[in-house]
């Protein structure tokens, strides 16, 4: 679990069995502690002969393990969002980056909940952190303009795979970018080569991101027929123009992994 001072929090989320541990009479080994931000572990040795369960002995005591969030299967999207992600794009809007990164084995359920899949229909109630945070940052953005009719922000969106020594440039549609990550000497560290496409609505940066996807790596695995096997960053930057100050203003990236 993360310190109060630190800038980093970890949440843990955890799914319900697949088609294909249901089949094999798998049952959950891990549960969320109640009242706690805890997740409590059970240790089985199962028997099996081919695809079925002979035997299943519990081996020895539960063992805990505490986050700064912890959510159950029966956890909603709009929960996760609203929990875990919510604060850090008002921060974005206030100058600060901000950074969203699933991390788990091949059909832990990252895709799903980052909301990532390359499908054109899906549920308001299935919508994963991605399109979550494109629509309300151009909700956000429609108020702020509201509010302010001289003030004007603009969208860019970029995304990147990568996968083993390489960066792929999946909005890159010729292929033919070279895309490098640099240092300053400060210790901050930037992308260069990679497309930016400008985007000015929620419609046309979730088109951008389909077609991206489309283009990342995957392959067939046990967990996942349709498993990727890369790390996805898909990130936007918006700049804020003030016709008062006559100024342009970039905002630091919001990096979605």
Do not use: W
């Not at 795979?161 to 909005?171: F, N, P, R, S």
């Not at 070279?178 to 419609?203: C, D, Q």
Request: proline share 2%.
């Amino acid at each position: 679990m993360a310190d109060k001072d630190t800038t980093v929090k970890v949440a843990v989320r955890i799914r319900p069995l697949n088609d294909y541990e249901a089949v094999q009479d798998s049952s959950l080994c891990i549960d969320v502690v109640s009242g706690e931000t805890q997740v409590s572990l059970e240790y089985y040795i199962c028997i099996r002969r081919e695809f079925y369960l002979l035997l299943q002995i519990r081996a020895g005591a539960n063992t805990f393990y505490t986050f700064d969030n912890v959510f159950g299967i029966e956890t909603t999207q709009e929960t996760i969002y609203e929990s875990c992600v919510a604060d850090l794009l008002l921060a974005a809007f206030e100058g600060f980056n901000a950074t969203i990164l699933a991390y788990g084995q091949t059909g832990s359920g990252k895709t799903f909940t980052m909301g990532s899949a390359a499908e054109e229909v899906i549920s308001d109630e299935n919508l994963g952190i991605i399109p979550r945070v494109i629509k309300n940052l151009f909700q956000m953005i429609h108020d702020k303009e509201e509010i302010n009719s001289r003030s004007t922000y603009k969208v860019y969106v970029q995304f990147l795979e990568i996968y083993g020594e390489d960066i792929k440039d999946l909005l890159d549609q010729t292929k033919t970018s070279k895309v490098n990550i640099r240092e300053t000497r400060g210790g901050e560290v930037f992308v260069t080569g990679a497309k930016e496409e400008l985007v000015s609505s929620y419609e046309q940066m979730m088109k951008a991101l389909e077609d991206g996807t489309k283009n990342r790596t995957t392959a067939s695995t046990k967990m996942n027929q349709t498993s990727s096997r890369s790390h996805g960053r898909a990130g936007s930057c918006f700049h804020f123009l003030c016709a008062i100050i006559v100024s342009l203003s970039k905002q630091p990236y919001l990096p979605l992994i």
